[in-house]
């Protein structure tokens, strides 16, 4: 068996070099996850039952972590403010206006508000090519 920072050759019964990089067998598991697999089969409800007692005992760690089972922390919280209706690329202007207005009033975080105007960004750009694409076909079939 080769040494850690051994490279292994892999070749074919001629000698020469086998073809692409057959590295690691699909689905093989890394062996450091099969020994705490292994470990831990059948103790999943064992271990969980004394996570739970420990929480109710007070251990404020456990009851972080079962807590956090129950109702994991939101990653992202639903953003309300009027936005203007974009229906050509130069409304995107008067949306960015209303995003920085709703930053400014406090109504969005300044986090917020940049989620908001990359969204803005990217429907702009999305309208500018759907329009440039009928101007191009306009024009294709003109000729």
């Given at each position: 068996m080769p040494r850690k920072n051994e490279q292994t050759t892999y070749t074919d019964v001629r000698g020469k070099f086998a073809k692409g990089n057959p590295g690691r067998p699909k689905g093989s598991r890394n062996k450091t996850t099969q020994v705490v697999e292994a470990l831990l089969d059948?103790?999943?409800?064992?271990?969980?039952?004394?996570a739970v007692d420990k929480a109710l005992e007070g251990d404020t760690t456990a009851l972080r972590l079962c807590l956090e089972r129950i109702a994991p922390p939101r990653k992202e919280?639903?953003?309300?403010?009027?936005?203007?209706?974009?229906?050509?690329?130069?409304?995107?202007?008067?949306?960015?206006?209303?995003?920085?207005?709703?930053?400014?009033?406090g109504e969005l975080t300044p986090s917020?508000?940049?989620?908001?105007?990359?969204?803005?960004?990217?429907?702009?750009?999305?309208?500018?090519?759907?329009?440039?694409?009928?101007?191009?076909?306009?024009l294709e079939e003109a000729t």
């Amino acid at each position: 068996m080769p040494r850690k920072n051994e490279q292994t050759t892999y070749t074919d019964v001629r000698g020469k070099f086998a073809k692409g990089n057959p590295g690691r067998p699909k689905g093989s598991r890394n062996k450091t996850t099969q020994v705490v697999e292994a470990l831990l089969d059948g103790e999943a409800e064992a271990i969980t039952r004394c996570a739970v007692d420990k929480a109710l005992e007070g251990d404020t760690t456990a009851l972080r972590l079962c807590l956090e089972r129950i109702a994991p922390p939101r990653k992202e919280a639903p953003v309300q403010f009027t936005l203007p209706k974009m229906e050509t690329a130069r409304d995107a202007a008067t949306a960015a206006s209303a995003v920085l207005q709703a930053v400014s009033e406090g109504e969005l975080t300044p986090s917020e508000g940049a989620h908001v105007m990359q969204l803005v960004e990217t429907y702009r750009r999305t309208l500018e090519l759907s329009d440039l694409e009928e101007r191009i076909l306009a024009l294709e079939e003109a000729t």
